[in-house]
């Protein structure tokens, strides 16, 4: 999984960009781009392809436009949905912090990542 930032405060520009390449259960690949402002849930775009080497140069030339855009590589701090993104503070969820309850409900609920059931992951 590859995740790009592009980050211009003063043009009030914060987004991310998620390129993430998984195979299917039918031994197809699917592209998966997650774009959008950063703490938003974002768009996805789910692309499927017959063969890896067609995936793998799709995701090659998506990664160069992003580059070419402006974006930087930066490490995903936790993958939270299938390819899907969350910036939690990981520090907020220690549980020797006094309100880690309030700063990781807080952090969570900005970043709008919730599991299929509505919980927030590792609860």
Not at 32 to 54: H, I, K, M
Not at 64 to 90: M, N
Not at 93 to 121: H, M, N, Q, T, W
Request: with cysteine; proline share 4%; aromatic share 12%.
């Amino acid at each position: 999984m590859s995740f790009f930032t592009r980050t211009e405060p003063a043009r009030n520009l914060h987004r991310f960009y998620v390129v993430h390449l998984c195979p299917t259960l039918f031994g197809d690949w699917t592209l998966l781009c997650e774009w959008g402002r950063s703490g938003s849930p974002g768009r996805v775009r789910l692309t499927s392809f017959a063969s890896y080497s067609e995936a793998e140069q799709a995701e090659r030339q998506i990664i160069k436009r992003r580059l070419q855009h402006g974006y930087t590589e930066t490490p995903a701090l936790c993958s939270t949905r299938a390819g899907g993104v969350g910036l939690i503070d990981r520090d907020a969820l220690r549980p020797d912090s006094f309100s880690s309850a309030r700063k990781a409900a807080r952090s969570i609920a900005f970043s709008g990542d919730r599991d299929v059931y509505g919980a927030a992951e590792g609860y």
